[in-house]
């Protein structure tokens, strides 16, 4: 996809710059890609206030005060301007967050990342949740993972922060360290402890997590696979024993393998897809076939909610264009995404937009 011209180039910055520069770039590259979750987009102001970062003219410190003030001082907003207010207070502070050295293992830190990452965004902010929630899965076909339960969710934070103080990673090989930190990130995930935000925050504490333990988790990992991050983390929390599935963790595994590891897993989002499973069982894990015979339909859908959530304004005539099927076949997508809950129209027919639903 197409960078927007005031966009950085990460990958250059970190092939061609020093080490300052290169933690700087990790971090802004890492903040901006995980607004990915929520379909937010930065605006051209973050990128450039980034760069003046990397390129050592302000801290992060001075970075985040900027993007602060710069929406104090705007007075009308509409919808669309908050979504890109949030995407540049939130990218900041994961940014200003990442270059930080401290970290403590407990829940109150978890909330204390919600807590700045939200502050003047969310009324909840730095709040565990007093209300039970569904999420509608473009992965499950529209259904939901079992998230925890309102009444009891600072006693599960409680349980596994000191389930996981008290694990004992010597001695075990690198798979089962990995297969253990998996198991860890989501079930952190599942238990799902606030309105909005948990995603990124989950992300945000979990590179921190990894950094205390001596990992160099400084690769774009999170940048360039937010999505399939939380795509992998749903699969690993969902069963459905009426139609045959199990909770799954292998997508998250070879994410965390990637990162850890260096490894070059495929961290492809339709790979995720429950559907997805059954073209494996019929045609092989092995077999390129499994790959053209998992369903267009779903293959169109998944990049037609990628194109909506960079331009919520794509037209049915502009998305078939860069997808390469015909209208009729995006209206019918579009209709079928609007059925399931994924996205909804606001505005008039020529002068509106698509919204992503959460």
Do not use: C
């Not at 605006?43 to 710069?70: C, P, Q, V, W």
């Not at 092995?286 to 037609?304: C, D």
Request: glycine share 6%; aromatic share 12%.
């Amino acid at each position: 996809m197409e960078k927007n011209p005031y966009e950085i180039d990460f990958e250059e910055y970190i092939r061609h710059t020093d080490a300052s520069k290169k933690d700087k770039t990790f971090a802004w590259s890492t903040a901006i890609g995980l607004q990915q979750v929520d379909g937010l987009k930065p605006s051209s102001y973050l990128y450039e206030t980034a760069k003046k970062n990397i390129e050592g003219e302000l801290s992060f410190d001075e970075a985040k005060n900027l993007i602060d003030s710069y929406y104090e001082s705007r007075t009308a907003r509409n919808q669309d301007d908050e979504r890109t207010e949030e995407a540049d207070k939130v990218s900041s502070r994961i940014a200003q967050i990442l270059s930080e050295p401290s970290f403590n293992f407990s829940p109150s830190h978890l909330i204390a990342i919600h807590k700045r990452l939200f502050e003047g965004i969310f009324k909840f902010a730095g709040k565990i949740r007093d209300y039970d929630i569904t999420k509608k899965e473009w992965v499950l076909n529209g259904d939901t993972v079992m998230y925890g339960a309102s009444f009891e969710l600072k006693a599960a934070l409680d349980y596994d922060f000191e389930m996981e103080r008290n694990f004992k990673y010597k001695g075990l090989s690198t798979d089962e360290i990995i297969k253990h930190i998996t198991f860890f990130v989501s079930r952190l995930w599942q238990i799902h402890a606030f309105g909005e935000g948990n995603t990124r925050t989950t992300a945000v504490f979990t590179i921190k997590y990894l950094r205390s333990m001596g990992y160099k988790v400084d690769n774009d990992i999170f940048a360039q696979n937010s999505w399939y991050f939380r795509n992998a983390l749903v699969r690993a929390n969902y069963k459905n024993l009426k139609e045959g599935i199990e909770e799954n963790q292998v997508y998250l595994e070879r994410f965390f393998r990637n990162l850890i590891l260096d490894e070059n897993n495929e961290l492809k989002n339709r790979y995720t897809h429950i559907d997805y499973d059954e073209y494996i069982k019929k045609y092989g894990e092995n077999e390129k076939s499994s790959e053209k015979k998992f369903g267009e339909n779903q293959k169109s859908s998944e990049i037609i909610l990628e194109l909506l959530k960079e331009n919520p304004k794509l037209s049915a005539k502009k998305l078939s264009e860069q997808i390469g099927i015909t209208s009729r076949a995006v209206e019918k997508q579009l209709a079928s995404l609007v059925e399931k809950g994924f996205i909804k129209r606001e505005g008039s027919p020529k002068g509106g937009h698509w919204e992503i639903l959460k």
